[in-house]
């Protein structure tokens, strides 16, 4: 007899878990504002370059949507992409890479002003 599975029941499955709080990620000579991002990627919905999946890219800054973009290097890769939406997958982190993203989801904004006088904003 064969099992019945309702659909949409499955249970949530996605390996890092992720934050609609959007931020700034900036490549390419521009930025973007995120849909969605987490320590495993982040989705963009406003691209119009010519990145396809598989194609590998580097971030080279983080930022809050209304604040400073830090420089930083993540090796990347696109997931999907659908029209103007991009899914974007993080190779590596760096432990400086992963400090800063996780100053970014949990707002520390004591960290963020200690890191923009390090770096000299």
């Known amino acids: 007899m064969a099992k019945m599975t309702i ?36 989705r963009i919905g ?22 400073d973009v830090f420089a930083v290097r993540i090796d990347c890769r696109v997931v999907r992409r659908l029209g103007r939406q991009m899914g974007v997958g993080f190779i590596a982190l760096s432990s400086d890479a992963y400090d800063l993203l996780e100053a970014l989801m949990m707002r520390r904004k ?12």
């Open 7 to 42: 659909v949409g029941s499955a249970d949530y499955n996605r390996k890092n878990n992720r934050t609609e709080i959007p931020i700034v990620v900036a490549f390419g000579d521009n930025q973007y504002q995120t849909l969605d991002w987490g320590f495993g990627g982040f």
């Open 110 to 121: 004591k960290y963020l002003e200690k890191l923009k006088i390090r770096s000299g904003f």
């Open 46 to 67: 406003d691209y119009e370059g010519e990145l396809k999946p598989d194609d590998e890219f580097t971030i080279d800054g983080l930022g809050m949507v209304d604040g």
